[in-house]
């Protein structure tokens, strides 16, 4: 995704670099990243209101869950110092970035747009979709799955897959098949990557829908579902750069994966707003984005219930690969979930997996 605009970065680079070489009196000022002293894998939004060494924990085990263990390091190699150098600068100044990703489709910008409206025109949205054969697939195929087919006939056109996932079904599908297509594919030496780090958006929004549903109205919980989902979407961008970096200067050593676990959780968040405001996303939409510098102390609004579905699912995930004790999950949603819905809506999760694992024993 990023492979040209990297070449041209680390090009220039190389080209600089021999310009020094060949006028040593010139003093040149060193631009190094420091890795080791911004970006702390212990530091959190919440870390207020949450045991440091629990919040720790939890992060360690989750980061460990998407790109496996990693040793904590204080010092790079100089390839590696140049790699994330440029990566964190084109992160500070994301209109780059911006500038490669794919454009939003038709379907997806009008979903967006009619999210508020109940009373929106299907057919409208339906002809936007027959141009799309890659979104009109996966709305049929999820029509066909065995969560929403309701007889043995395959359901072969886009108003029967309207009839069975309804309004709310088939905006939810193609948003996830847009955002699906930022997710990496091919992860190299971190193949379960894209896969972990997918379960984990669907899952994030899904938990937000219920919770925001539950707690205010329909209409809510499918604000909570877009955000949720659209939230996660600065780890698959990230995770993508550095490894199209490596790519880009043959670098035949595996990504480290300690120092992408610290980018993601500095710059993620921020990459994201960048972007949700690029695509001209509505202001609700970016409201309810889940903000690193807030402590989500009551559902106030339906970024709380992002946060909340957030955890809930890093949760369930660190406890499904058995990385923390349940009783340490439930320690630490003692102290960072904020209502009794979000608190049970957990232990019905947490509990499912327990029930899982007793009958395969």
Request: hydrophobic content about 40%; charged content about 20%.
């Amino acid at each position: 995704m990023f492979i040209r605009l990297l070449k041209n970065i680390f090009t220039n680079k190389r080209t600089q670099q021999q310009s020094t070489e060949l006028a040593p009196a010139q003093s040149s000022t060193s631009d190094n990243f420091r890795f080791s002293s911004q970006l702390e894998l212990t530091k959190d939004h919440n870390s207020q209101l949450v045991d440091n060494s629990l919040q720790h924990a939890v992060d360690t085990a989750f980061y460990d869950y998407l790109l496996g263990a990693s040793e904590q390091q204080s010092k790079m190699t100089e390839m590696e110092q140049t790699i994330y150098n440029q990566v964190d600068q084109l992160l500070a100044q994301p209109d780059t970035i911006i500038n490669e990703l794919p454009a939003m489709p038709h379907s997806v910008a009008t979903m967006i747009s009619m999210m508020n409206n109940d009373d929106f025109n299907t057919q409208t949205l339906l002809d936007l979709i027959k141009q799309e054969p890659a979104v009109s697939a996966a709305i049929l195929a999820l029509a066909n799955s065995p969560m929403f087919r309701r007889s043995e006939k395959p359901v072969s056109g886009l108003k029967s897959a309207f009839v069975q996932l309804g309004a709310n079904g088939i905006k939810e599908c193609v948003l996830m098949n847009f955002i699906k297509r930022f997710n990496p594919a091919d992860a190299g030496y971190f193949q379960s990557f894209g896969e972990n780090l997918w379960e984990h958006a669907q899952q994030s929004a899904l938990f937000a829908k219920q919770l925001a549903t539950e707690e205010l109205n329909p209409q809510a919980g499918n604000l909570a579902f877009l955000a949720g989902l659209i939230n996660q979407l600065g780890k698959m961008i990230i995770f993508q750069l550095v490894v199209d970096a490596y790519k880009v200067v043959n670098a035949n050593v595996e990504p480290n994966s300690f120092f992408i676990k610290a980018i993601m959780r500095q710059r993620g968040s921020e990459l994201i707003l960048a972007i949700a405001k690029h695509w001209n996303l509505p202001k609700a939409l970016i409201d309810a984005l889940e903000d690193p510098k807030r402590v989500y102390m009551s559902y106030d609004s339906i970024a709380a219930f992002v946060s909340q579905g957030s955890t809930i699912s890093q949760l369930e995930c660190i406890c499904q690969a058995e990385l923390l004790s349940s009783d340490i999950c439930v320690q630490y949603a003692n102290q960072k979930l904020i209502s009794p819905e979000a608190s049970t809506l957990l232990y019905d999760v947490l509990g499912e997996i327990e029930k899982n694992k007793q009958s395969d024993e």
